[in-house]
């Protein structure tokens, strides 16, 4: 399994940014696909996800309204569209695989090297 994100970057609160994310090295109805992300001095948290077989969406509460998450199937990509982003967002953002929620936690399998995202105030 393979998974290849992109699109990080710097931008000023109330901005977008748009990740992505090609999968690779699985079938792509195997797994959820999403997102965590990583602040400094913060625990790894998850984002996002959607399940390639049904298109179920999922996002953490902190994200709801802002990021909407999508995929392009004969692509193996996902994507992560960040509007209204605030200094709180600023992380490393990791794309994932294989990803459940069990009450209030989410966990994956498999990762992909991060993404920086630095929103200033």
């Known amino acids: 399994v393979q998974l290849q994100a992109s699109g990080g970057g710097s931008v000023q609160a109330g901005g977008s940014l748009r990740l992505s994310c090609a999968a690779s090295?699985?079938?792509?109805?195997?797994?959820?696909i999403g997102w965590f992300r990583q602040g400094t001095g913060k625990e790894r948290e998850g984002v996002s996800k959607?399940?390639?077989?049904?298109?179920?969406?999922y996002y953490a509460d902190s994200v709801k309204g802002r990021f909407t998450i999508s995929s392009d199937n004969a692509k193996k990509k996902v994507y992560l569209q960040m509007n209204s982003l605030k200094p709180e967002d600023t992380a490393v953002y990791y794309c994932a695989a294989d990803i459940s929620r069990y009450g209030s936690g989410w966990y994956a399998t498999y990762w992909g090297q991060g993404t920086q995202v630095t929103v200033s105030s």
């Open positions: 959607i399940s390639s077989r049904d298109g179920r969406k």
């Open positions: 090295g699985f079938s792509w109805d195997d797994y959820a």
